[in-house]
């Protein structure tokens, strides 16, 4: 059992920066991938970053490939999306994820393949 707690949402200016974390409990965090997902009101939740257990793969949608950034501290069991040059289009509340599995594709980066579920937080960017 894996419990995640988000952090670090809020309001910025479009171009600005924000960073999200989470952190998770439980002895099993090193032993799987991490996600970060978002979902827009009115829209589907979508994936949008995937960091595998050792922190060795990654991976990105392309709407937010060269801004985002996820890592990972698993001696702190962190997780973390480094946002930059933030558009209005990034306004959504964005959630933490455990895959239950070290590794990821970018087949199975998807939501069905997420076992565990932060609460998640809200990133609003004003133009």
């Known amino acids: 059992q894996v419990q995640l707690v988000e952090s670090g949402g809020g309001l910025v200016q479009a171009g600005g920066s924000l960073r999200l974390s989470c952190a998770a409990s439980?002895?099993?965090?090193?032993?799987?991938?991490m996600g970060w997902f978002r979902q827009a009101p009115g829209k589907e939740r979508e994936f949008i970053a995937a960091?595998?257990?050792?922190?060795?793969?990654?991976y990105y949608t392309h709407s937010v490939s060269g801004r985002f950034t996820i890592s990972r501290d698993n001696a702190k069991n962190t997780v973390t999306l480094q946002m930059k040059n933030l558009k209005p289009e990034d306004t959504a509340v964005y959630y933490c994820?455990?895959?239950?599995?070290?590794?990821?594709?970018?087949?199975?980066?998807?939501?069905?393949?997420?076992?565990?579920w932060g609460q998640g937080t809200q990133v609003t960017v004003s133009s």
């Open positions: 439980g002895r099993t965090f090193s032993s799987y991938a």
């Open positions: 994820a455990a895959y239950g599995v070290a590794e990821v594709t970018r087949l199975t980066v998807g939501e069905d393949h997420s076992d565990y």
């Open positions: 960091i595998s257990s050792s922190g060795e793969s990654t």
